[in-house]
C-alpha cells in the first residue's frame, strides 16, 4: 500500500516480503552503530521482526515505518516514517537509507515528505527526532528538516543518552 509519492521516491508499508532487503539494512554498519544491533541474521528473523515492528504498529497506531523505494525502478533504498513509542507522546520521526544510496538526497526527500504527511493528513503539531550523540549526519538532517536541538534524554531501550529534536507547528 503506497502511502505517499515525491518526486524521485515511493514509500509504502513494509511488508514481510521484503524481509531480504530489511535483512541487508538491519546489518549495515551504520545501522548498528548509531541504531543499534536487532541481533537479526536470518530472512526468517527479518520477517518476524516487520511483523512485530512496521506491520503492529499500522495495525496499533496507523503510522510506522515505511519502505523507501526509488519510483522509477521500485528498488528498495531505504525506510522512513512516524513512530509511536509507548514512553513519548509525540510521534518520532525514523529514517535509514542504505549507505549505497547515500549523498543523493533522498533521506530528506522522505523525510520531508512524512512530515507533510504528519501534519497535513493526520494532525500531528509536534515531531521528534532523536540520534545517538555522535550521528553528525542525522543530525544535520534534523537540522535541515527545521527541527531545532532540544537538549539530551535517555532513550529507554539505550544505556547512552541521545540528542532530541522537534518541530512544532501552529
Not at 2 to 10: A, G, K, P, Q, S
Not at 44 to 54: N, V
Amino acid at each position: 500500500m503506497t502511502i505517499l509519492e515525491t518526486e524521485r521516491l515511493i514509500l509504502r508499508q513494509i511488508f514481510t516480503d521484503d524481509a531480504e532487503f530489511m535483512l541487508s539494512l538491519l546489518n549495515e554498519p551504520d545501522w548498528i552503530k548509531y541504531i543499534g544491533d536487532r541481533g537479526i541474521q536470518t530472512v526468517e528473523a527479518a520477517k518476524q521482526y516487520i511483523q512485530d515492528g512496521p506491520m503492529t504498529m499500522y495495525e496499533e497506531y496507523g503510522i510506522g515505518l515505511y519502505l523507501v523505494e526509488l519510483k522509477e525502478s521500485e528498488t528498495p533504498i531505504g525506510i522512513c516514517g512516524l513512530i509511536q513509542r509507548d514512553f513519548l507522546k509525540d510521534v518520532d520521526l525514523g529514517f535509514a537509507i542504505s549507505l549505497k544510496y547515500w549523498g543523493c538526497g533522498y533521506a530528506c526527500e522522505a523525510a520531508n515528505a512524512i512530515l507533510t504527511y504528519g501534519t497535513e493528513v493526520l494532525g500531528f503539531r509536534r515531531i521528534v527526532g532523536f540520534t545517538s550523540l555522535d550521528n553528525e549526519k542525522s543530525a544535520n538532517l534534523l537540522l535541515k528538516l527545521g527541527m531545532n536541538e532540544e537538549g539530551k534524554m535517555k532513550f529507554v531501550s539505550m544505556t547512552e543518552d541521545v540528542r532530541l529534536f522537534a518541530i512544532n507547528y501552529e
